[in-house]
DNA sequence: CGGTTCTGTTACCGATCAGTAACAAGCCGG
DNA sequence: CCGGCTTGTTACTGATCGGTAACAGAACCG
């Protein structure tokens, strides 16, 4: 472990030579090049997985040329990874967002996670692409391996923190079933389809929480 | 639906010229190339996706040549689908086993799933394969997705039918959260490890059988 | 033995793709 | 207006990989 993921995220979407506040936005509406190709690949990959994708397709569907892309990013592999780090940090900032909504009232802030995470489960059939990168890129030291355990793993933590605040007795218990079980729908719903298992999973969630909090002691 | 699972995974293993009733052993120990070649394949494929592993390296690896290969399959994704389909007859082959173990006791039977589907999590960081097939072979008319969904499909059917001898009131409800959870459990097991969230799925899967039963009205 | 079927070997084609070189054009600050 | 920095363009390399052709040898069965 070691290293924090606040840390990690940071380097997403900053650079050392950074000027404009908002962070390279051409004055007009237009946003640089580099941001740009983050954004389109992180669709592109999400879409389409991560072979697939060629550096090429990334660059012109992103309105660029492939010399440009690589003057931004050593390999697929970096690019890949800063992707990944945008999808994190994204994900970050919903929950943040979820947790500024019902600050002081965890317990709703429980639910309204369930609601969430099942319109992220039908929003799109694939499923976390943090996940995927699991599944595709099976190399054991992919440099986006380590970045996936460790945005995992803080998502694990946040999970735990919320349910320890909202009174859970069995917190970590509740967090890791939650984690399953939207894990499992989220691949459930690409492999079987939206009709499938994913289907119960908002009923599911919310009957494991009750039981959960009418244990505690 | 119309096509049923029983007569996709007939074709599996058996051919039309077809021979000797333990399907291609020729009178030595060794199997016959397409057999090697399907086991071989099946393994590479499991352990390091399909889009890197280069038939090539199968044939190799199988004893044999690339030519071979190809007199045998058509292509390469026809031998992923031939693959997969060994993968879903053997994982009908042990649900059958555990079925006949436990003959006249569902109850029995479900919590023997859960420690074998545990085992099997446990087993192997990768995943299931026909859930990866799904995740890393996007290709909305590839062939082995209809071939994933239909086996997804059918195993959950044998979760309900289980579920509903062991007289559970919700049947598929239960069916399918426990679905969920095998499911998470092994991509989670992918993500962020063994000591993560899908170290608790024996406990979970059990409270929620146990939460189930007593709910039978 | 003779013929057929299956297998091994080698060499090849064509396509895709990650990554690079070299040069021309634009933008922006001083 | 000039000089540096970023971007665009084109062309190229080298490697990988799916799939095929053609021929030679082995096993099997009548």
Redesign the interface.
């Known amino acids: 472990m070691g290293e924090k993921i606040a840390a990690v995220l940071d380097r997403a979407t900053s650079k050392p030579g950074d000027r404009s506040p908002t962070s390279a936005c051409c004055s007009d509406g237009k946003p640089k090049p580099r941001d740009r190709i983050v954004a389109t690949a992180r669709d592109m990959f999400h879409?389409?997985?991560f072979?697939?994708v060629g550096v090429e397709a990334i660059a012109e569907a992103a309105g660029t040329n492939k010399m440009t892309l690589y003057r931004h990013f050593g390999s697929k592999d970096e690019l890949i990874v800063e992707c990944l780090k945008s999808v994190a940090a994204e994900a970050e900032a919903q929950w943040r967002v979820l947790e500024a909504r019902h600050a002081g009232n965890p317990r709703a802030h429980l639910v309204a996670w369930v609601r969430e995470a099942a319109d992220c489960v039908l929003a799109d059939g694939?499923?976390c692409s943090?996940?995927?990168a699991?599944?595709?890129l099976?190399e054991a030291h992919h440099p986006a391996r380590r970045l996936?355990?460790l945005c995992?793993?803080a998502y694990?933590d946040r999970m735990v923190g919320l349910c320890r605040s909202a009174g859970i007795a069995q917190a970590e218990?509740l967090?890791?079933?939650l984690?399953?079980?939207?894990?499992?729908?989220r691949?459930?719903r690409?492999?079987?389809?939206a009709e499938?298992?994913?289907?119960?999973?908002v009923?599911?969630a919310e009957?494991?929480i009750a039981?959960f909090a009418s244990e505690e002691a």
Chains 1, 2 share one sequence.
Do not use: I
């Open positions: 879409q389409h997985g072979r697939p694939r499923g943090l996940a995927n699991a599944v595709e099976t996936v355990e995992k793993s694990r218990n967090a890791d079933a984690s399953l079980l939207l894990e499992g729908a691949v459930s690409q492999s079987v389809g499938g298992p994913s289907a119960k999973f009923r599911t009957a494991m039981a």
